[in-house]
């Protein structure tokens, strides 16, 4: 690979998905850490790797290998770092803040699922009497169920709410709590309530509520420490929060800070009614759930970053065809008309001379052709009067006959009309192309926050995103502003395209 070539953050993303699925399937470290050796070497790239156990203090072993991994002896490589252990890979590219970042993460998701594992195989050797050594490990199992179910969440949904819904309400009913919630900590001393979960009526603070951090609370000691940290009651604490949650009727709280790129960032927090207040040790149970939370706001700014990027790409490319068809009208094709009306005159003056006559039409001839490919790289009319006109212009140059049906108020923003006009062209022309079509639609309408695009024929069918590179190209496009690309295409029974695009996108 070049030396220029570098991940990007869809790379790192899907790096980050794999693990938590190879984590959530996993039974113990047995099989884990092979598998995980193969999903983070194939996602990033890499030609091999290893994972290094420790046999003495700063001394490892080489346990497991996937691939071509660096060279180095099985026993002794000697790692200073106070860890569960190590893994290494061949790199294709020079490592950069984000790829380090990114490793560090997944290294702590990887020790959590160690330490818990081992935890598991501790206690169940140190718990001499068989039912309560069965009560405990059924205990940490259903701690293990719930934790693969919130990594399963991570790793499938893009809405990083649903994944914190998921979070919420998995370490509430671990903990058997009647309530539990995620905030983010605000920079003015306050937090906001990002999802929440109750199974009993007591009541808890609505999503989007913002509650004060000042006086004493579980969420303001979180906020003050960055660690966890727990309230056993709220009957004597101060503050505006406590004495809102004595109101509702909470009398104790544990809590686990959420990270975000190493800066704190929120909390989730389980809330206790009355009654005895949580046992020990509850606040650094909900730790690693609130850990996963973390993977969830990497992988939702990891999938921002990426589709920030794949905007900027387009509008690049769009400001770079706007900037050629400009050149190419006030340049090559004035200089073209020029020459054209020489011609004309002067063969005019001579109307025997064939050659003349000749290359006329021939110069003619060219300057439709430089006015075709400079409508091809950016159509004038589209800049200059809007998409329905730009459309119209389409539809009436179609070979076949085109019903056109666009609703717009007003101009959209350039982007998104770049993009549904490209989706228009592009489908009118493949129709022509191939769908041996007797009949075509093409429907143009905004919503309050959306463009909707839809082509529909009646032609042969059979067409497929993957199927060329224009239908793919339309998808990045209308992906790269948010939209939503679909085809419907069975075979001999016509196709209908339809594209959706966020207004908001430009």
């Known amino acids: 690979m070049p ?115 081992r935890a598991q195989r501790a206690v169940a050797a140190n718990v001499a009497d068989a039912s309560e050594r069965e009560r405990v490990l059924r205990h ?60 009993t009526d007591i009541p808890v603070h609505e999503v989007g509520a913002t509650v004060p951090l000042g006086g004493d609370s579980v969420s303001a000691r979180v906020y003050r420490s960055g660690a966890p940290a727990r309230v056993d009651s709220y009957e004597d604490l101060e503050g505006e929060l406590a004495a809102s949650l004595r109101q509702l009727g909470h009398n104790s709280a544990v809590a686990g800070p959420i990270f975000q790129e190493g800066r704190l960032w929120g909390a989730v927090i389980v809330s206790g009614g009355a009654g005895d207040p949580f046992p020990r040790g509850a606040e650094q149970r909900i730790t690693s759930f609130a850990e996963l939370a973390g993977q969830a706001l990497a992988s939702a700014q990891a999938r921002e970053d990426l589709a920030a990027s794949r905007a900027r790409i387009v509008q690049a490319g769009d400001d770079e065809r706007r900037r050629l068809e400009r050149n190419l009208h006030d340049g090559a094709q004035q200089r073209l008309v020029s020459l054209a009306l020489m011609l004309r005159l002067a063969s005019r003056r001579h109307p025997d001379d064939v050659e003349l006559v000749r290359a006329g039409e021939e110069l003619n001839f060219a300057l439709q052709e430089l006015r075709e490919l400079a409508r091809g790289i950016h159509p004038a009319v589209l800049t200059e009067r809007g998409l329905e006109p730009a459309v119209r212009a389409v539809a009436d140059r179609a070979p076949m006959a085109v019903e056109l049906n666009v609703v717009l108020d007003e101009r959209l923003p350039g982007p998104v009309e770049a993009a549904a006009y490209y989706v228009v062209a592009e489908a009118l022309t493949n129709v022509a192309k191939y769908a041996q079509a007797s009949e075509v639609s093409v429907g143009v309408e905004r919503t309050n926050a959306h463009a909707r695009i839809e082509v529909r024929d009646d032609g042969v069918g059979g067409a497929s995103p993957g199927g060329g590179t224009g239908l793919r190209g339309l998808a990045d496009r209308v992906e790269a502003l948010g939209g939503r690309f679909e085809i419907d295409s069975p075979a001999g029974a016509g196709t209908t395209l339809r594209a959706e695009i966020p207004v908001a996108a430009g």
């Open 140 to 199: 940490l199992a259903t701690e293990q169920a719930a934790l693969r179910r919130v990594a399963t969440a991570i790793a499938t949904e893009s809405d990083p709410r649903n994944a914190f819904a998921v979070v919420t309400e998995e370490v509430g009913r671990l903990l058997r709590a009647p309530s539990a919630n995620m905030i983010r900590f605000n920079e003015d001393e306050t937090a906001t309530v990002l999802a929440r979960w109750h199974d």
């Open 3 to 117: 030396a220029h070539e570098s991940l990007d953050a869809a790379d790192l993303l899907r790096t980050g998905h794999v693990v938590v699925r190879v984590l959530a399937e996993a039974q113990g470290e047995a099989d884990a850490y092979p598998a995980l050796l193969e999903a983070i070497g194939t996602s990033l790239g890499s030609a091999g790797g290893a994972m290094w156990l420790p046999v003495a203090r700063a001394t490892h072993r080489r346990a497991h290998a996937w691939g071509d991994p660096p060279d180095a002896p099985d026993e002794g490589l000697s790692f200073d770092v106070p860890r569960i252990g190590v893994m290494n890979f061949s790199a294709r590219v020079a490592p950069d803040a984000m790829l380090l970042e990114t490793m560090h993460s997944l290294g702590l998701l990887i020790s959590h699922f160690a330490e818990r594992c």
